[in-house]
């Protein structure tokens, strides 16, 4: 495939949209072959290179200003994502590098006296952020124009330097080991061993001299948490990891002061991920807590990371109210982050939203309303599966799917799960998701056998296939599939059912 159109096809639509408009920043034209190349490669079709020649040059079939056109259209979104990612930078990195380039123009336009106060700005905010390697640059350039008569001692500005080498150095062997760290926790979920992420991060930790700097250093703490919950994820293994990551938390928040200005985005970042798993393990009530420190975090000193965090805030706040019997302050909740705070999300809290309150209708009854919120998705799943995964994309089917069941469209039902193990399957092949392979099989036979639905008979299959340890243990997620199905054996509402079940860990 083409390598623009793959990287065009990262773009959300409002990037494609602002990219169009940056090509014709510098001169509008009516006719810009760059901007017409843009528009045929976000097409659907793959264009071989000499039938984009052709369209682009008609009467004269011209490669050589072909290639040169593709260049010119990657140096523009190259300056493109650039720009956006300036924009999008959480940490002072940008600032930094801003100050860093505006001190060299400055240099060389001899305005050392400025300059030099751009360089001092500069070191300030990288010390601040642990920017390491950039405050090496900042030493760096400060050592270099060391002669003018602006300057601090160089004696004192090398002393500094050989200071910042070795946090930097400490930062690269972070990295070697979180990577380390990566690689063992992969290799142990392919092996279905036990992650132990525990022993196996302190036992790295320890090979790279970094115990004790994990509970000094916020940005590690979080790096090493995110790379641990991203297994436990994939193993959906939260009871374990949940008093893990609440004693790494409050360990660095007491031992050492807790958290810097600074460090707000890692604080609440780790406050989001304890939400997440306590609600996860049905503890309703403590997530509600955390989510509570979470908000009076992004609404303090964290504030500039409001627009990041309030969307996952309000996803975790609306799925713990469900099950603490507020379903409708739940709604209310999201309809208001979806329709009147939409600026604020991008592309996947969007998607996140829309299942989110569909889930919610179904819960409370409004199947008509669940289906319309879902059909408002309108993308492909191929679409769906490139921005949010498969395992989102297949939760989404079956919602679809369940649904229908309710709205009595009992053929379309049929045809949605004969696509759905057409499409997932080798997916459904895998020991995970077993229990999935044979909900659908499942609801064929309610399909087939309506009258059987109610019988012990069928009652006893259910709890004979869908494998359980047991619901304390069970996903929260699986449990609320699992749970519809028995409100059709016991002619219940859904959502009375559901929280029966999950009030094993009310």
Same mark, same amino acid.
């Given at each position: 495939?083409?390598?623009?159109?793959?990287?065009?096809?990262?773009?959300?639509?409002?990037?494609?949209?602002?990219?169009?408009?940056?090509?014709?920043?510098?001169?509008?034209?009516?006719?810009?072959?760059?901007?017409?190349?843009?528009?045929?490669?976000?097409?659907?079709?793959?264009?071989?290179?000499?039938?984009?020649?052709?369209?682009?040059?008609?009467?004269?079939?011209?490669?050589?200003?072909?290639?040169?056109?593709?260049?010119?259209?990657?140096?523009?979104?190259?300056?493109?994502?650039?720009?956006?990612?300036?924009?999008?930078?959480?940490?002072?990195?940008?600032?930094?590098?801003?100050?860093?380039?505006?001190?060299?123009?400055?240099?060389?336009?001899?305005?050392?006296?400025?300059?030099?106060?751009?360089?001092?700005?500069?070191?300030?905010?990288?010390?601040?952020?642990?920017?390491?390697?950039?405050?090496?640059?900042?030493?760096?350039?400060?050592?270099?124009?060391?002669?003018?008569?602006?300057?601090?001692?160089?004696?004192?500005?090398?002393?500094?330097?050989?200071?910042?080498?070795?946090?930097?150095?400490?930062?690269?062997?972070?990295?070697?080991?979180?990577?380390?760290?990566?690689?063992?926790?992969?290799?142990?979920?392919?092996?279905?061993?036990?992650?132990?992420?525990?022993?196996?991060?302190?036992?790295?930790?320890?090979?790279?001299?970094?115990?004790?700097?994990?509970?000094?250093?916020?940005?590690?703490?979080?790096?090493?948490?995110?790379?641990?919950?991203?297994?436990?994820?994939?193993?959906?293994?939260?009871?374990?990891?949940?008093?893990?990551?609440?004693?790494?938390?409050?360990?660095?928040?007491?031992?050492?002061?807790?958290?810097?200005?600074?460090?707000?985005?890692?604080?609440?970042?780790?406050?989001?991920?304890?939400? &997440?798993?306590?609600?996860?393990?049905?503890?309703?009530?403590?997530?509600?807590?955390?989510?509570?420190?979470?908000?009076?975090?992004?609404?303090?000193?964290?504030?500039?990371?409001?627009?990041?965090?309030?969307?996952?805030?309000?996803?975790?706040?609306?799925?713990?109210?469900?099950?603490?019997?507020?379903?409708?302050?739940?709604?209310?909740?999201?309809?208001?982050?979806?329709?009147?705070?939409?600026?604020?999300?991008?592309?996947?809290?969007?998607?996140?939203?829309?299942?989110?309150?569909?889930?919610?209708?179904?819960?409370?009854?409004?199947?008509?309303?669940?289906?319309?919120?879902?059909?408002?998705?309108? &993308?492909?799943?191929?679409?769906?599966?490139?921005?949010?995964?498969?395992?989102?994309?297949?939760?989404?089917?079956?919602?679809?799917?369940?649904?229908?069941?309710?709205?009595?469209?009992?053929?379309?039902?049929?045809?949605?799960?004969?696509?759905?193990?057409?499409?997932?399957?080798?997916?459904?092949?895998?020991?995970?998701?077993?229990?999935?392979?044979?909900?659908?099989?499942?609801?064929?036979?309610?399909?087939?056998?309506?009258?059987?639905?109610?019988?012990?008979?069928?009652?006893?299959?259910?709890?004979?296939?869908?494998?359980?340890?047991?619901?304390?243990?069970?996903?929260?997620?699986?449990?609320?599939?699992?749970?519809?199905?028995?409100?059709?054996?016991?002619?219940?509402?859904?959502?009375?059912?559901?929280?029966?079940?999950?009030?094993?860990?009310?």
């Amino acid at each position: 495939m083409d390598d623009l159109k793959i990287t065009l096809d990262t773009l959300s639509d409002d990037d494609k949209r602002e990219l169009a408009v940056f090509i014709q920043r510098e001169k509008k034209k009516k006719h810009r072959k760059d901007l017409e190349l843009f528009q045929l490669l976000q097409q659907k079709k793959n264009y071989k290179p000499e039938q984009l020649i052709q369209r682009l040059y008609p009467e004269d079939p011209n490669p050589v200003a072909y290639y040169a056109l593709r260049k010119r259209l990657m140096r523009h979104i190259t300056n493109f994502i650039l720009l956006k990612r300036v924009e999008q930078d959480i940490t002072a990195a940008s600032p930094i590098m801003g100050m860093l380039s505006l001190a060299h123009y400055l240099f060389d336009m001899r305005a050392d006296k400025l300059s030099w106060t751009y360089l001092r700005k500069a070191e300030k905010l990288a010390i601040t952020n642990e920017q390491f390697d950039l405050l090496n640059m900042v030493y760096n350039l400060q050592i270099e124009k060391a002669d003018s008569e602006y300057a601090d001692s160089v004696e004192e500005i090398i002393c500094k330097r050989n200071q910042n080498k070795l946090a930097a150095d400490e930062e690269e062997r972070a990295n070697i080991a979180s990577s380390i760290i990566k690689h063992r926790l992969q290799a142990v979920r392919r092996q279905g061993s036990d992650l132990h992420f525990n022993n196996i991060i302190q036992e790295v930790l320890k090979a790279y001299g970094l115990t004790e700097a994990v509970s000094k250093r916020p940005s590690l703490l979080y790096k090493l948490l995110s790379i641990a919950r991203s297994a436990v994820l994939a193993r959906k293994d939260f009871i374990s990891f949940e008093p893990y990551i609440i004693a790494q938390y409050h360990e660095a928040e007491q031992k050492y002061g807790g958290f810097k200005k600074a460090h707000q985005y890692y604080k609440a970042s780790l406050l989001y991920m304890i939400a &997440h798993v306590l609600y996860r393990n049905k503890k309703f009530r403590e997530s509600m807590h955390y989510l509570g420190l979470l908000h009076e975090s992004i609404s303090g000193e964290g504030k500039s990371h409001h627009a990041l965090f309030y969307p996952r805030y309000t996803f975790l706040m609306v799925a713990n109210l469900v099950f603490l019997f507020r379903i409708q302050e739940a709604i209310e909740l999201m309809e208001n982050l979806l329709y009147k705070n939409t600026a604020i999300l991008g592309t996947k809290d969007l998607l996140t939203a829309q299942l989110g309150l569909g889930f919610n209708y179904f819960a409370q009854g409004a199947f008509s309303k669940a289906n319309k919120v879902l059909l408002n998705i309108n &993308h492909s799943d191929k679409w769906c599966e490139g921005k949010m995964g498969r395992e989102w994309t297949l939760k989404k089917n079956l919602g679809e799917l369940i649904i229908q069941y309710e709205l009595g469209n009992e053929d379309l039902v049929l045809n949605r799960i004969r696509a759905f193990e057409r499409n997932y399957r080798t997916l459904l092949q895998e020991p995970a998701y077993r229990n999935v392979k044979h909900y659908l099989q499942l609801i064929k036979h309610m399909i087939d056998f309506p009258e059987e639905v109610y019988r012990p008979e069928f009652v006893q299959s259910v709890e004979n296939t869908l494998e359980f340890s047991s619901f304390e243990d069970t996903d929260i997620q699986a449990m609320s599939f699992y749970a519809w199905l028995k409100s059709k054996m016991l002619r219940r509402p859904y959502y009375d059912v559901l929280l029966e079940l999950a009030q094993t860990k009310g």
